[in-house]
């Protein structure tokens, strides 16, 4: 089975070039500072707005800082936390779908409720709360970012849970004695990896959203440190003179987040996670 | 259909309350707040008469108590900063988000679901792939970069639309576009998937054979019956419509709840925090009240049998 998914999703061209692209990007966010590309914050102002060259590939910004290298270590914050916040959001939002979708009953109609509280307050109030506690400027929002993902996922997970619940080799599992931990685990857990997958691409590629848009309200990582969103709102005051200054930074966002989304959809095509036949 | 109305109304009671008293509670432990000193007694209404007789500490849940008593009995909202009631200014500001919101969510419908309903129409053909690759795009651009692309063509080089300012329907364009772009594109996404695969079903075929028109057949039977999982989408991007709402209102300078809000963020001015809040958990939820409600009329399996929240 997961041959053939390969190889489907080989055959999906989008995807396979949504792959490279992402690919690239990262390789550079994490690669180019290494290569020298790594002085974000010295000031050069004679040499303000420079003309594009091997040194600035994106030329400078007003203050003389190097446009590329911004962007590239920005790119380790605003992919690095939105993935981090996937993760944390993916965890506890799998273990409490499968547990709602499983246990059923009062369980399920409590988690869901408190599922519709937590969508029902804007995430931003989150933020302020764990920037405020934890410290404010040091990024973290990903906390915030992670909860208020986990209906979303919760409710993918339950939906997913419920399909199999009552499959005949579960029936079994537990007829032969099978422990609900371990029926869990090896058969439901197994059994929905795939989807688990594919919504860990689209939660990412909303992290990655959620993340620039917190950066551009300027509730994220603080100066100078450059983030994506935060790139924006710091350069907006120059959008008509120098608008690429905006413009990057945007583009890096939106290309990240259009890529993800095209690895998801390729990955859930190969998996046919709709018809729901490959177990 | 009364009863499911009242029934679904009365489980969004416990769901706001609950919703408010974690906001209540975050905002009160947050280092440094001042939301711990909002008034606890005063007025000498019921709340406080009960308070006294049963001798009733003062604490964080009295608080909360009171704060909702005073908001649902006699819709005043306390500010911790201000000392004054917030509700003129609150519900003045709810009224223009609510109007932007309910733009965006006319464009969606409007926009979205023909749109979605024509490409699977054309399935395969060229204007598929435009729409298809159009709203791809638009799904992944965040609000504040599309406001800022918008900006620059429409603003900056066009100069056809104002980029600021309330002084007319003129206003309204670039922050609806703005707000309902992602879900636009997501409708699109999902009645283009849905109406396809209805188009492979064997009724279609009957009807083909049959002779029906084309167009008929598209928009008569196969979006018909592909309006459940549209609903479903739309219910669930209400929160992140909301969101975007708030994004475009900071963008364009809008004064809305989501100005305020942010605002009031970085003032780290929390009775307004809370306020705010508590309208955008009202708006929420009664947009899911509705949409809910939509999906009760569309489905007639659950007008038989329990209500399940899928």
Redesign the interface.
């Known amino acids: 089975m997961n041959r053939r998914a390969l190889q489907r999703f080989l055959h999906d061209r989008a995807a396979v070039v949504s792959l490279i692209v992402f690919a690239l990007i990262l390789l550079a966010c994490l690669g180019m500072p290494v290569l020298g590309y790594s002085d974000y914050v010295s000031l050069d102002i004679g040499n303000h707005y420079a003309p594009v060259s091997l040194t600035h590939p994106f030329s400078t910004d007003n203050l003389g800082r190097d446009v590329f290298t911004r962007v590239m270590i920005g790119g380790r914050y605003t992919l690095g936390l939105s993935f981090l916040s996937t993760l944390i959001a993916i965890t506890c939002g799998t273990l409490l779908g499968i547990l709602a979708g499983y246990c059923g009953g009062k369980t399920d ?1 409590i988690l ?3 599922s ?11 933020v ?2 764990f920037e ?2 934890l410290g404010w400027g040091k990024g973290w929002f990903f906390l915030a970012i992670a909860f208020a993902q986990i209906p ?1 996922i919760l ?1 993918t997970i ?2 997913a849970v ?1 399909k199999i619940r009552f499959r005949e080799y579960i029936e079994a599992a537990r007829a032969i004695g099978k422990s609900t931990p371990y029926i869990l685990f090896h058969h439901v857990l197994h059994n929905i990896s795939t989807a688990i997958l594919v919504q860990a691409c689209s939660s990412y ?2 992290a990655i ?1 959620s993340c ?2 917190l950066g ?4 994220g990582i603080s100066f100078p440190t450059p983030e994506w ?1 935060r790139m ?1 709102a710091d350069y ?1 005051h120059l ?2 003179s120098h ?1 690429f200054l ?2 990057i930074p ?1 583009v890096f ?2 290309l990240s ?2 890529t993800v ?2 690895i998801g959809n390729g990955l859930r095509d190969a998996f046919d996670i709709r018809g729901g036949s490959h177990d | 259909m009364f009863r499911f109305l009242l029934k679904r109304i009365l489980t969004a009671i416990p769901v706001f309350l609950g919703a408010l008293l974690a906001v209540f509670l975050l905002l009160t432990y947050i280092p440094g707040s001042r939301l711990g000193y909002l008034p606890i007694a005063g007025n000498g209404d019921l709340l406080d008469h009960l308070f006294t007789l049963f001798h009733v500490p003062a604490n964080v849940f009295t608080r909360y108590l009171r704060y909702i008593y005073d908001v649902i009995t006699k819709l005043h909202f306390a500010s911790g900063f201000h000392h004054r009631d917030l509700s003129l200014e609150v519900l003045t500001r709810a009224r223009l988000t609510l109007f932007l919101t309910f733009l965006a969510f006319l464009l969606i419908v409007l926009v979205g679901i023909p749109l979605g309903t024509y490409a699977a129409g054309k399935h395969g053909k060229w204007q598929d792939h435009l729409i298809s690759v159009i709203s791809l795009v638009l799904s992944s651009i965040p609000p504040f970069c599309l406001a800022i692309f918008l900006a620059i063509v429409f603003c900056v080089t066009l100069r056809l639309l104002p980029v600021f300012g309330m002084n007319g329907p003129k206003n309204f364009i670039l922050p609806t576009i703005t707000i309902g772009a992602s879900g636009l594109a997501r409708t699109i996404q999902t009645v283009r998937a849905n109406v396809i695969e209805a188009l492979h079903r064997p009724y279609i075929r009957t009807l083909r054979s049959h002779g029906v028109k084309e167009r008929k057949i598209l928009f008569g039977h196969a979006l018909k019956n592909s309006m459940i999982p549209t609903v479903s989408i739309i219910r669930e991007m209400t929160a992140e419509v909301f969101v975007s709402t708030f994004i475009a209102e900071w963008f364009y300078a809008i004064p809305g709840i989501g100005y305020y809000l942010i605002q009031a963020v970085n003032a780290r001015d929390y009775g307004v925090v809370l306020a705010c809040t508590a309208v955008t958990a009202v708006l929420i939820l009664v947009f899911g009240i509705i949409s809910d409600f939509l999906y009760y009329l569309l489905e007639p399996e659950l007008r038989h049998r329990e209500v399940s929240h899928e």
């Open positions: 109609s869901m409720r408190i519709e509280a937590i969508s029902a307050i804007p995430y931003i109030l989150l302020i709360f405020v506690s979303a409710r339950r939906s419920l590629a909303s959203i620039s848009i551009y309200l300027e509730f969103g924006v907006f959008v008509q608008g905006v413009v945007c966002i939106s987040v259009l989304t095209l």
